[in-house]
């Protein structure tokens, strides 16, 4: 077959293939293009799910005749002034946008610059300009989308899915810039200058407020490295990860190593299948970071991820350890009550490392501790319960403590053998005793070295070589979880040191690992899999919900959740406590 070169309609129409998929993606190029243009205030139009109208208006900075010529040119752009792919700080720059929209629908634009004397119109169907009536910045109105390509118009989806696509490319540019005002088909609005947290509430609702826990750090060992914004409690999540929202150096992005960062963060105080709200905002070097991956530009290569992975997650890890006295939690308010909770018994001003129990559920409770203190001498329990008791029997009482100055306040009682009441200001506290020891167990045994066993005979796993490159490229990894491997040959793995009571399939735990590294770039396989062997143990070797507690032993767990880190939720992210106002109590019973 002879070779020959393509018109420049063809041409034009497997651009546009790439850069638009749908009407969104029309939406987001156009409002990108508008934000670079120095727009504070865009308004969007959409009929019938983009088929129809699309509209974008905003007051940048217009163009002249000659610009507005130019640029329904493939590759023309005002945004690359000196020709580096490696220093973009624009949101377009590719120039592919304009000429690929007008190649697939009836596209006019309406500008002005407001130096020029009036301001002029383009018909990118004819290429006809002529003078308008426009007065500032530039109204793009396209229409008939995809009208030349039936193929792709029948693949679109219905007007309301699509609309919704639309409503999420929007959300998610305002949420890039809360300093710019954006509507939307004049039902959807978010107000010029936004504060940042009322701009996050007004894209995931207001059940956000109060719920979200800033992020504000700086690496120490990368200069203009910096992670700000808000992540949820983790209490507070969703059953997808439509409320995660990620941006870097402004652009919003769908990055896996961030993807990657937010759920390694998160492991040991949410569900797997649960994920976390989030409006983050990554600022680093442009020539740092590769954003000329695709015509999308929603993804981006990092010049050193795994060092933006490690500092993501031990940012976002140490926000979520605070412990309520450093948070200095300041629970919901209610109006100054009728009443006050009295409890029958006041408790002693005492603390214990692990509530004191009676000798026959001891070991059961304090075993956790037990297998690192003493796990070569069974005989040694009953022993080490009563140094225990002893040791916190002997510490001098601090000074008594008013019951505000705990966090979770002064314990009244217990309901159901299941949960502990107490009262904190203004406000009944509900405590569930089992997820509260858990928490606390769970993160003892945080504290202590993996008990790793050297092996005699290596285990040997064989793969194919490109899993073997992927395995050993984390393996430094993989020994901070207490597995030391290296290569057995061009096609085997071999493990010369494990964790002293893992006993697993590893030819399908290393086949994981190599999947997970070839597609991300890293493996969070090993550390789940240690965070489900502890969250396991903490919950079987934890206070049970049933089992009854004096009035001592439920002060000494609330004082130590108190203390512990992520106290807000048990391992598999069921909340530890709840506050409930008087107020509310109040409205029960009509007493308002």
């Known amino acids: 077959m002879t070779v020959r070169v393509l018109p420049d309609f063809l041409i034009n129409q497997i651009a546009a293939g790439e850069v638009v998929e749908r009407p969104a993606s029309v939406v987001k190029e156009l409002v990108e293009n508008a934000l670079d243009a120095g727009a504070d205030q865009i308004v969007i139009d959409v009929v019938d799910g983009g088929r129809t109208l699309i509209s974008v208006i905003d007051n940048g900075s217009g163009m002249s005749r000659e610009d507005l010529a130019t640029a329904i040119n493939r590759h023309a752009t005002s945004k690359l002034p000196d020709d580096d792919l490696l220093n973009i700080n624009f949101m377009g720059f590719r120039g592919e946008a304009l000429p690929s929209i007008a190649s697939v629908s009836d596209m006019v634009i309406d500008t002005c610059n407001g130096v020029d004397a009036n301001g002029w119109q383009l018909n990118a169907t004819t290429g006809e300009i002529k003078p308008s009536a426009w007065e500032a910045g530039t109204r793009i109105r396209v229409e008939n989308l995809f009208a030349r390509t039936p193929a792709r118009l029948k693949f679109l989806r219905g007007d309301r899915a699509e609309m919704m696509s639309v409503l999420e490319v929007v959300k998610r540019l305002a949420m890039a810039r809360p300093d710019v005002g954006f509507v939307l088909n004049n039902k959807w609005f978010f107000v ?26 700086e690496s120490v060992s990368s200069s203009g490295l910096k992670l700000s914004g808000f992540i949820s409690e983790p209490t507070l999540r969703r059953a997808s990860s439509v409320d995660q929202y990620l941006f870097v150096n402004g652009r919003p992005v769908k990055d896996k ?40 530009k929603t993804e981006v290569h990092f010049l050193e991820p795994s060092h933006i992975r490690a500092f993501i997650i031990k940012t976002l890890r140490n926000r979520l350890a605070q412990t309520m006295a450093e948070k200095a939690v300041q629970p919901i308010q209610a109006d100054t009550p009728d009443f006050e909770f009295v409890p029958a018994v006041r408790p002693q001003e005492m603390r214990f490392d692990v509530p004191k129990v009676s000798p026959v559920i001891a070991p059961r409770v304090v075993q956790a501790e037990l297998k690192i203190a003493c796990p070569d001498n069974n005989d040694s329990i009953e022993q080490f319960v009563q140094q225990r008791y002893t040791e916190n029997q002997n510490q001098v009482p601090e000074t008594v403590k008013e019951e505000n100055d705990f966090a979770l306040g002064r314990v009244i009682g217990q309901v159901g053998n299941k949960y502990i009441l107490a009262q904190k200001d203004d406000n009944l506290v509900i405590i569930d005793q089992h997820a509260a020891h858990e928490r606390i167990t769970y993160e003892k045994l945080r504290e202590h070295k993996i008990k790793t066993q050297p092996l005699l005979t290596p285990i040997v796993i064989n793969m194919r070589s490109e899993d073997v490159n992927a395995v050993l490229s984390v393996a430094d990894e993989m020994r901070a979880s207490g597995l030391v491997v290296d290569a057995f040959g061009g096609d085997a793995v071999a493990i010369f040191e494990k964790p002293a009571d893992w006993d697993l399939n590893w030819g399908d735990l290393f086949k994981a690992i190599a999947d997970e590294v070839r597609v991300y770039g890293h493996s969070s396989q090993l550390n789940e899999k240690l965070h489900l062997k502890l969250a396991n143990y903490a919950c079987h070797h934890s206070v049970r919900a049933g089992q009854k507690l004096d009035i001592n032993q439920m002060d000494a767990l609330l004082r130590d959740i108190e203390n512990t880190q992520r106290a807000g939720q048990c391992n598999h992210g069921r909340p530890v406590y709840k506050f409930i106002p008087l107020t509310e109590i109040d409205g029960w019973f009509e007493r308002l």
């Open 192 to 217: 010029k200058n936004q504060d940042l947290m009322d701009r996050i509430s007004s894209v995931m609702g207001d059940e956000v407020r109060g719920r979200m826990l800033d992020i504000d750090a």
């Open 257 to 296: 190593v961030l993807v990657g960062a937010l759920r390694a963060a998160y492991m040991d105080v949410m569900h797997a299948r649960e994920f976390p709200l989030c409006a983050l905002y990554l600022t680093m070097d442009t020539r740092a970071v590769d954003v000329n991956v695709s015509p999308a």
